[in-house]
């Protein structure tokens, strides 16, 4: 285990059993420059000279943590155990990391961002203490500082009835495929791909952005954003990404190639949307995370948020919340604040239920469509069974999951640490520096080691070998020769 309770922190040897003692901290007892004032020059004079002196044996060290611009106020000021203890003191968990080479911080922190630690609101928090003494927040950076921020501005704007009543017109141009040879029109998808292009990329911005990001942090159990970056090394929202690029080359593609694309353009919006709701509605009733570390953790958390997604979607909402209700006079002030009946979180979701269902209703009329360019006419019977089923089951799922809200969680205290996205365990102490640790570390081992002696021979073979038939495509051509595809000599 790597945290520690109230009573306990854990070192560095401990957590990564590289070594059979406890490292060494370095006391600063002497360097303590809590009673000095500025209006006492020599004795400033010789503190700055000695912690000269003491820096320069440690200047490697000082040069690797580039950040550190508070140091005057921390460095020879607090104490190692000074700051853990306090924290400790008022039940937050501290996870201490010591002066590590390269490989046993690679370990440490892949320990850490594997876990889950304890529920997203407990304080907990991860320090570094150097060769000096010196106490540091440890954060991740490496582009992480930038999802964090896109994450936060997805969380604020993130609407769950928009992509709940866009779910039924991706339904309608799912089933409009023709699965079966027709002869009829050239095109007769329900919307038209460069409609969907625009739909998913300005007013479904938000609702489809950031899918893996959410199913990580509130169906696996991530610690933060931080934590997801150094375990998976991505930035980049690939699913949102492909959805773009297949709905862009639909736009542009004919006949049967464009409704292919169009129909896996809107078969993956639809998953995209599911799994951010679902995320969302399994973090909201508080369902155990999903810890696994394998090769089907990706797969299980994806099918869960798509269970959830589909069961009960309303969830997710952000109106369904764990406010306490209007509750008779005679019951408990605590009762109410802190035990809610979920009548209201009920209440929002039948009219958010209702909403979604009108804009189908009226979706559905022949003038309507006629009017914007939809046509809705392909299976149409079997598509308003699907949707008006599920509309049914999943409101009244939602509904009854309605209790397991927590009302409590709308009234945690956070005095002592501040959230921060960055941080593996996602919280800072807000009165000390940080230290930036960057992500490449973990993502640039070996892809295979074993081949470690002959890698720079097999890297330049394959090279090669890719710049030989683009070269030769171009030989060809120069000579009149024309290929379809690289493969033809």
Request: with cysteine; aromatic share 8%; charged share 20%.
């Amino acid at each position: 285990m790597f945290y520690s309770s109230p009573h306990r922190v854990i070192d560095d040897e401990e957590a990564t059993g590289q070594n059979g003692s406890r490292q060494r901290t370095y006391s600063t007892d002497s360097y303590d420059d809590t009673t000095l004032h500025d209006d006492d020059p020599v004795d400033r004079i010789e503190r700055n000279t000695e912690i000269k002196r003491h820096s320069n044996k440690y200047s490697g060290e000082k040069n690797a943590i580039n950040d550190a611009q508070s140091v005057k106020y921390t460095a020879y000021t607090m104490k190692n155990h000074n700051i853990v203890n306090e924290l400790r003191n008022v039940g937050v968990t501290v996870l201490s990391l010591e002066s590590l080479s390269t490989s046993g911080l690679i370990h440490y922190m892949d320990a850490v961002t594997s876990m889950r630690l304890g529920e997203s609101n407990d304080e907990k928090c991860m320090l570094y203490t150097d060769r000096m003494g010196r106490v540091f927040n440890v954060v991740i950076s490496g582009g992480a500082e930038g999802l964090a921020k896109n994450w936060s501005i997805v969380q604020a704007s993130y609407s769950g009835w928009i992509a709940i009543a866009f779910i039924p017109f991706l339904i309608r141009v799912i089933a409009s495929y023709p699965f079966t040879e027709s002869p009829e029109a050239a095109f007769p998808m329900a919307m038209n791909p460069t409609m969907l292009l625009f739909v998913f990329g300005f007013i479904l911005n938000n609702e489809t952005s950031q899918s893996m990001l959410a199913m990580s942090i509130f169906v696996r159990g991530s610690n933060s954003v931080g934590s997801h970056v150094w375990r998976s090394g991505t930035l980049t929202d690939y699913p949102r990404l492909g959805l773009l690029t297949i709905l862009t080359l639909a736009s542009v593609a004919t006949e049967k190639m464009q409704q292919a694309l169009t129909f896996a353009g809107s078969l993956l919006g639809c998953l995209i949307i599911v799994c951010n709701l679902g995320s969302r509605a399994w973090k909201k009733i508080d369902i155990n995370p999903i810890e696994s570390s394998n090769m089907f953790t990706h797969l299980n958390q994806i099918l869960a948020s798509i269970i959830a997604g589909l069961a009960f979607p309303f969830m997710g909402l952000r109106a369904v919340d764990s406010g306490p209700d209007e509750t008779d006079e005679k019951e408990h002030a605590e009762e109410t604040i802190f035990d809610s009946s979920g009548k209201r979180g009920r209440q929002n979701i039948a009219v958010a239920s209702t909403g979604a269902a009108l804009i189908f209703l009226f979706s559905d009329v022949k003038q309507v469509q006629e009017a914007l360019g939809f046509d809705f006419s392909s299976n149409k019977g079997i598509v308003n069974i699907v949707i008006g089923g599920w509309l049914f089951i999943s409101s009244l799922t939602s509904m009854f999951l309605c209790r397991r809200l927590d009302a409590s969680r709308s009234k945690k205290i956070q005095p002592f640490l501040r959230r921060d996205e960055l941080s593996p365990v996602g919280w800072v102490v807000p009165s000390i520096p940080n230290i930036v640790i960057d992500p490449n570390l973990s993502g640039s081992k070996m892809i295979m080691p074993c081949l470690s002696v002959g890698s720079d021979i097999l890297c330049v073979i394959i090279v090669g070998v890719l710049a030989f038939l683009i070269i030769s495509i171009g030989v060809r051509d120069l000579h009149g020769i024309n290929t379809s595809a690289f493969w033809e000599f």
